[in-house]
């Protein structure tokens, strides 16, 4: 069976922090894909990245940047310098990779709380 | 591009009464839905998949006659809650995929609370 694991629920952090949100995942197919989404608390979710299982180069984007590595079933994102705007519920998510790539129905983690304070 | 929107995006009803959500993608097509139930504080779940012009396919322990959900055009599902009941009060949440795309676009939802 899929399944992702936050194990943070909640971290605090003051401004110009780094913050690292953890994500495990369990799943038995060889090929799948991995998210990260954002939700403020206007409940919208905002999509940040995916990986695909078989891509495990690490990427930047700014002051975002996720370490995905296979070989631990983690799939991991730092916001450098943390903002008060960063706050919000972190989800890690899990899909597997369907029919021509297409992207299924996603595995959400419980979600990490993040709080960035001024 | 890859907008999907959902009405309303809030709504309050009477305990016995029926609700129905829309969910459109406005600048694409939609092979593929799917509707998220989140309750306060807690994780996304999964509901259904609906793909256009099928019967939605609902996971394990949702009610398919209490949910009813229904995928008539390339750019419209609609998720119809019958008989709503207080614990019904949720977050719903769908999401919109092209025929073989490996990117889900997410409505903004809908606050769903049942009185």
């Known amino acids: 069976a899929q399944k992702v694991t936050q194990a943070q629920t909640e971290i605090s952090v003051v401004e110009k922090e780094d913050v690292t949100l953890d994500c495990v995942y369990e799943?038995?197919?060889?090929?799948?894909?991995l998210f990260w989404y954002k939700q403020p608390p206007s409940g919208e979710l905002v999509f940040l990245i995916r990986?695909?299982?078989?891509?495990?180069q690490n990427e930047i984007s700014g002051r975002y940047s996720w370490n995905f590595q296979k070989s631990t079933s983690s799939f991991n994102f730092t916001i450098t310098a943390s903002q008060v705007v960063d706050s919000a519920v972190y989800f890690c998510?899990?899909?597997?990779?369907?029919?021509?790539?297409?992207?299924?129905?996603?595995?959400f983690g419980t979600g990490t709380l993040l709080a960035v304070q001024p | 591009g890859a907008v999907v929107s959902q009405h309303p995006s809030r709504v309050i009803c009477k305990s016995g009464t029926s609700v129905k959500i829309e969910c459109r993608s406005l600048?694409?097509?939609?092979?593929?839905m799917f509707w998220y139930r989140q309750f306060p504080k807690q994780s996304l779940m999964l509901m259904a998949t609906?793909?256009?012009?099928?019967?939605?396919?609902?996971e394990q322990g949702v009610e398919k006659d209490k949910f009813l959900i229904n995928h008539a055009s390339l750019t419209l599902s609609t998720l119809t809650v019958t008989s709503a009941h207080p614990e019904d009060s949720s977050f719903y949440i769908c999401?919109?995929?092209?025929?073989?795309?490996?990117?889900?676009?997410f409505g903004p939802g809908t606050r769903l609370t049942v009185t």
């Open positions: 999401s919109a995929r092209r025929f073989g795309g490996d990117e889900q676009y």
């Open positions: 799943t038995r197919d060889t090929t799948y894909y």
């Open positions: 990986r695909n299982s078989f891509d495990e």
């Open positions: 998510a899990l899909s597997e990779y369907g029919y021509g790539g297409a992207t299924n129905k996603l595995i």
């Open positions: 600048d694409f097509q939609a092979t593929t």
């Open positions: 609906s793909n256009e012009g099928s019967k939605a396919t609902y």
